[in-house]
């Protein structure tokens, strides 16, 4: 009955819109009506849509990289961005502009400059990994009979969100409060499919699924009220003080935006962020700078198991760098380890844990796809599994194959930049392309190889029979995880006694 009501809502509106373009060519909507046309084909774009994918690498290149300003996302599905009927932005969310500029660059230069602060959160991240090692070696020892098999995914989770969550909100936020935090995250990623039709039918929507709305509304309140006693706290206590890591909501507190689409440079007026902007953005780097990556790391170590040899490789490539009796391999060890940099390049490229990057075309957008101009509301997609699948520059593309990435393959010397289209052409794109390309590679990328090298120098990774087999099958929804997530057997190859979480 819903999907009727909706299909039949949809027509009335389709024969609306489409009639109104029929009349006009759509390359001339500079007309008075062009605006209201556009805001009806944005609010409907996911029923009027036509989804348009490019799937082979130079005409995403051309698109993304080369294509200049072709740089806004359809209406998002984000909790903050439904709710606030597209008001309340992220960096994710926000359209090509003023605001986006100054939240993004808040996020890069604030918090995840390499030398100037990402180092300062050292500590959190040592913190994290001593953690999730006391973990993994209490649930192998605990599992029935000593069987070793732990389910791996649920500690790699944990593990990374209590890291986001100190870099977040700073030290010290309670293990309870993480854990409610993680749960809440989990529930919001799990909706998000099924609220991309409040993205679209902000009002409609919202009388037709009322229970949904209600779980929405629901989990947001969740949020504000997990999120809101953190962030007055920080506000009361001002900037942290000397040495002390400055935690991401330090930086939102004191982050001036332009006030309106004017640019900041401008001398347009500017304000402070709201709390409900503040929540939003927490949220969004809380989920982003977890789950894309805790997907990523499961599906290396998933590799891992299943290909032993390369595990050993590893083990071996540290063992030449990091001495017998250092407590871990520290983040100065990484840039050393070219082979454990090859495995991590061979796992985004097979299994990118977001997977597609999408565009929508709006009227100054000039997109062209084979010869005809492509019409303002269209969402272009580019499946990042099948662009880096190309058999023109992988052998064996389907095969993880990590020297690929190592002397004399033909991945050779290349980086995750260059891959993605500085170099001339995209390769390989797990973290998108162009100037919305992920903001958050470099501190994904450092935590995938300490995480990886030191859970690989701790245990030895084997697979488990049966139905706790490894299974590289993906379930494919707002992220690409593991269908049936991570489980193996560990054996510690360190003695720990002492060791505190
Ligand atoms: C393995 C981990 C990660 C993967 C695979 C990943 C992947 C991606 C991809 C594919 C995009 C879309 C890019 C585009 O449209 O061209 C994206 C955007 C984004 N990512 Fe990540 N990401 C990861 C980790 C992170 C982390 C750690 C953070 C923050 C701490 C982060 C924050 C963001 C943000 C804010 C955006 C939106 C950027 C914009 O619109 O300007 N991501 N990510």
Known sequence: MQDLLLLVFSLTLLAVVVGGLLVR?????????????????????????????????????????????????????????????????????????????????????????PSSRLRSHAPARRRALRGLIVDLREQSKSKPSGSGVVLAAESLHAALFGLSASM?????????????????????????????????????????????????????????????????????????????????????????????????????????LTDGELVGLCSEFLGAGTEPATAALQWTMANLVKHLDVQEAVRAEISSVVREDADEVAEEDLGRLEYLNAVLMESLRLHPSVPSVTRQVIPE?????????????????????????????????DEFRPGRFVSGGEGEGINLV???????????MPFGAGRRMCPGMGVAVLHLGYFVANLVRE???????????????????????????????????????????
Not at 34 to 62: G, K, M
Not at 243 to 262: C, F, K, N, Q, S
Not at 387 to 394: G, M, P, S
């Open 25 to 113: 060519p759509i390359n001339a909507m500079h007309d008075r009506f062009a605006s209201v046309r556009w805001a009806l084909l944005r609010d409907f774009s996911p029923v009027l849509r036509r989804d348009v994918f490019v799937t082979d690498r130079a005409t995403a290149h051309r698109l993304l990289v080369r294509g200049g300003a072709f740089c806004n996302r359809p209406p998002s599905s984000a909790a903050s961005s439904v709710l606030s009927r597209q008001q309340h932005h992220n960096i994710g969310s926000a359209p090509y502009g003023a605001l986006w500029r100054a939240v993004r660059r808040n996020l890069v230069s604030e918090v995840l400059h």
């Open 168 to 272: 977040c909100f700073g030290d010290g936020v309670d293990a309870a409060r993480v854990r409610a935090m993680a749960d809440g995250m989990e529930d919001l990623i799990r909706s998000l499919v099924g609220l991309r039709v409040f993205a679209a039918f902000p009002a409609l929507a919202e009388l037709v699924y009322r229970e949904r709305w209600s779980k929405l509304v629901a989990l947001r309140r969740r949020q504000e009220e997990m999120y809101l006693p953190l962030v007055h706290a920080r506000r009361r206590r001002g900037r942290s003080g000397e040495g002390e890591p400055l935690a991401y909501v330090d930086t939102l507190i004191d982050l001036m935006v332009p006030d309106g689409d004017d640019d900041e440079d401008s001398g347009a007026s500017k304000r402070r």
């Open 365 to 397: 957008d000039h997109v062209v796809l084979d010869g005809a101009r492509v019409p303002a509301g269209t969402t272009v997609q580019f499946p990042l599994d099948l662009l880096a699948l190309d058999k023109t520059v992988w052998s064996d593309p």
């Open 459 to 501: 245990f030895e990774w084997t697979e488990a029979e049966g139905e706790l087999a490894v299974d590289l099958a993906p379930h494919v929804g707002f992220l690409s995880v593991m269908k049936r997530p991570l489980r193996a057997r560990l054996l510690a190859l360190r003695r720990r006694e002492g060791l505190i979480k």
């Open 418 to 428: 260059a891959a993605a289209g500085s170099a001339g052409e995209i390769r390989m």
